[in-house]
């Protein structure tokens, strides 16, 4: 939709009908509740491994305050999610910006967007809490990083992944009319979020354990991408990188 | 080799043995093991693979790949015809039968021809007159010497006089040739000729249960092939008629996905849009008797107009409150007007007048073979007798609403151009704030129970039908 607006802006022929396009671009739902947000969580996952020295964030540090220490790791794991699973909502958004009305086009993309990432948010507070009392074990992250990639890498090329990642393609109707298409918004949001969750949560996993490496979000980021886009993904393509991103968490 | 010439099965002379050479074809096909790529079921299950028939290894790229809702639809099913020609041709030859052998087209559209909606004699009948298997047969529904209720407007050209090919743009209709989707083995809006002629006499055909009424078996039926070379040849008419009925040229679908099958030889291969849009040089070649030549061009500034879509897109002008089931033979619907519009109806001296109106069926999902529906909107006037605006067909609706297909159970679409309707309907937010849409239910026929010889228990067993239609929206654009 980004691209269609600013095309439309650039073939009007004229500079002002070039920057009312380009205004209007900015403005539409698709850049301030999904490009934005993606965006500053990226720059969010920047500065935490700038601040953050090496090693496994998600161990729990004796210096710290435990629930403080548990914020900040909910919050990082939300900057993650937005930065990397916000974009693969762009097709949704741009369906359902299209069957909504104008007057209500932000406030229902902004709820559906919300649903989603209260899905993700969710998983996220009980993984790291999971990692939390496991905390003993600590030594032996980098090795549960790995075996958890060659987990998602398996899970890659078996025929549920073919079928959850399907669901994920999933629409359901939205209705238009007064509160219940606010409801509707999020209830599918999180629906879409669940389904998602079916079908990445296993790639995630290893990202957490190996300490969020800038490299393997970037990596995984553009397998996801690519699966979304792709109506043929190349999930043994993907596998494969699953897998030298194990064998690089161990070095 | 000069190219086949595909004719119509209608004008084919009566000593002509083009489908006596099919029908023994398919008759040597028939016993060959569903993993022989030239088998008959092999080739049925390129477009759909029946429920009972168990997955060879190796046919994981191969079978299931029909494309349906889709700007893929007509290239696709292109490329499928003429790899099913080369097996049955190279069969035919093997036999003993001519070289130059070519699928035929049922033009059931032909108003010159009185028997045109008929089925073909020779694929009526169970049993030839000797009493041996007739494999020109299929599990069908029921019918009386070739009649399976097929009406003009079943069979109406309206789709030809779409001139763009499709749309991305969710609200408006699809074009002629169904909308912008990657690979899409089912789900979403209908194109203009997939809807009609083409979903309509799947399921006239296939009734409740026959082979035709399913994407999973409907290629079983030895009638698919030459109801699909006739939706192939109208892609040719639709091309001819001018400078305005153009192929897309955008690379996603010329070149953006790659199809697999197998040649007459049964070796696999690939192809992509951009090879078969000149008929002649795909594969064997082939071309159609009694399409017209292409027009003249005209001019460029006109080309251009209906190629690129512009502004802002359809607004979300009404919509239902809930979703809609189609229960009993008749249901009624009210699509709510919102408050708010940017736009008024098309006509309206009010406000921004819209220049298009659409009522769009989104996200239809059931099981089993609910028939088609008719779809009305009330008039202005209650003494008026509703207006017609098209037909929902529901060929390929339980595979649209798998949550585990590609589309995640979102169901099909069809969207309906109600411009010149709006007038008679008094549509404005200031006298009228409901469009009452009905939907008529034709229920499917009953199905002959039993199975072509060699091809027992393919046929589905569809559940009790449910349809629900998720929203009922109207668009100005």
């Not at chain 1, 905390?135 to 998602?152: E, I, K, P, S």
């Amino acid at each position: 939709m980004l691209a269609e607006t600013i095309q439309t802006g650039f073939t009007e022929g004229t500079a002002r009908a070039s920057a009312r396009g380009a205004f209007a671009a900015l403005r539409s739902p698709a850049i301030l509740w999904v490009v934005a947000p993606a965006v500053a969580g990226w720059l969010v996952v920047f500065y935490f491994a700038a601040i953050e020295p090496p090693g496994n964030i998600c161990a729990v540090r004796p210096s710290d305050s435990l629930l403080l220490d548990q914020f900040q790791k909910v919050l990082h794991w939300t900057a993650m999610i937005a930065a990397m699973m916000l974009l693969l909502l762009l097709p949704h958004v741009h369906v359902i910006a299209a069957r909504t009305p104008r007057s209500s086009r932000h406030a229902i993309i902004a709820l559906f967007v919300a649903g989603y990432a209260i899905a993700w948010i969710a998983f996220g507070t009980a993984l790291i809490g999971t990692a939390a009392a496991l905390g003993g074990v600590a030594a032996q992250w980098w090795w549960l990083a790995a075996a958890a990639y060659a987990a998602a890498a398996l899970w890659q090329i078996s025929p549920m992944k073919k079928r959850t990642h399907n669901r994920c393609h999933g629409f359901r109707p939205l209705r238009a009319h007064g509160w219940r298409a606010g409801s509707d918004a999020v209830s599918f949001g999180v629906a879409h979020g669940t389904r998602c969750l079916g079908s990445c949560a296993l790639i995630m996993v290893p990202l957490t354990l190996a300490a969020h490496s800038i490299v393997a979000m970037m990596a995984v980021s553009a397998i996801l991408l690519a699966e979304r886009l792709d109506s043929e993904p190349n999930f043994i393509g993907s596998s494969v990188i699953l897998l030298l991103l194990g064998a690089l968490s161990l070095l | 080799m000069a190219a086949r010439v595909r004719r119509n099965v209608w004008k084919l002379p009566a000593d002509d043995q083009t489908l006596e050479w099919y029908r023994k074809a398919i008759t040597e096909l028939i016993p060959r093991p569903a993993s022989d790529p030239t088998s008959w079921r092999y080739l049925a299950a390129v477009h759909g693979r029946p429920s009972n028939l168990p997955v060879p290894p190796g046919t994981q790229n191969f079978w299931d790949q029909c494309q349906h809702q889709s700007w893929f639809f007509l290239s696709w099913h292109r490329g499928y015809l003429a790899a099913f020609e080369a097996v049955i041709a190279r069969t035919v030859e093997s036999l003993g039968g001519p070289a130059d052998w070519a699928l035929p087209f049922w033009d059931y559209s032909d108003t010159a021809n009185p028997n045109a909606r008929l089925m073909p004699p020779a694929f009526r009948d169970r049993t030839l007159p000797d009493g041996s298997a007739n494999a020109l047969w299929g599990t069908r529904a029921q019918s009386t010497n070739g009649n399976f209720g097929i009406t003009p407007q079943d069979t109406s050209l309206n789709a030809l006089t779409i001139q763009n090919f499709t749309n991305n743009r969710p609200g408006r209709p699809s074009g002629f040739g169904g909308p912008v989707t990657g690979f899409n083995p089912g789900g979403g809006d209908n194109g203009a000729v997939e809807s009609i002629p083409h979903n309509i006499l799947h399921v006239r055909i296939g009734g409740n249960g026959g082979f035709m009424s399913f994407p999973s078996t409907a290629a079983l039926d030895p009638i698919f092939w030459l109801h699909h070379a006739n939706i192939d040849r109208l892609w040719e008419v639709w091309r001819n008629q001018g400078s305005q009925f153009q192929n897309p040229t955008d690379a996603r679908w010329l070149t953006g996905v790659k199809f697999r099958m197998h040649d007459g030889g049964g070796q696999p291969f690939t192809f992509q849009s951009v090879d078969v849009l000149d008929t002649t040089r795909f594969m064997h070649g082939y071309m159609y008797e009694g399409v017209p030549v292409p027009q003249v061009l005209e001019t460029l500034e006109t080309v251009e107009m209906v190629m690129e879509g512009s502004g802002e897109g359809p607004e979300l002008v009404g919509a239902t409150e809930n979703p809609v089931p189609l229960t009993g033979p008749q249901t009624k619907a009210d699509v709510v007007l919102l408050p708010g519009a940017t736009k008024s109806s098309p006509g309206s001296l009010e406000g921004m007048a819209a220049e298009r109106a659409y009522l769009s069926l989104e996200n239809v999902t059931g099981t089993g073979m609910p028939g088609n529906f008719r779809v009305y909107i009330d008039l202005l006037d209650d003494a008026n007798e509703p207006a017609f605006v098209g037909m929902l067909t529901t060929f390929g609706l339980e595979r649209a609403s798998d949550p585990t297909s590609v589309h995640g159970g979102s169901g099909l679409g069809q969207v309906f151009d109600i411009t010149d309707l709006v007038g008679r309907i008094g549509l404005t937010s200031e006298n009228v704030s409901r469009l009452k849409v009905t939907f008529v239910r034709e229920d499917p026929a009953p199905v002959e129970s039993s199975a072509p010889e060699g091809l027992e228990g393919l046929a589905e067993t569809p559940p009790d039908p449910k349809i629900t239609v998720g929203k009922i929206s109207l668009y100005y654009d």
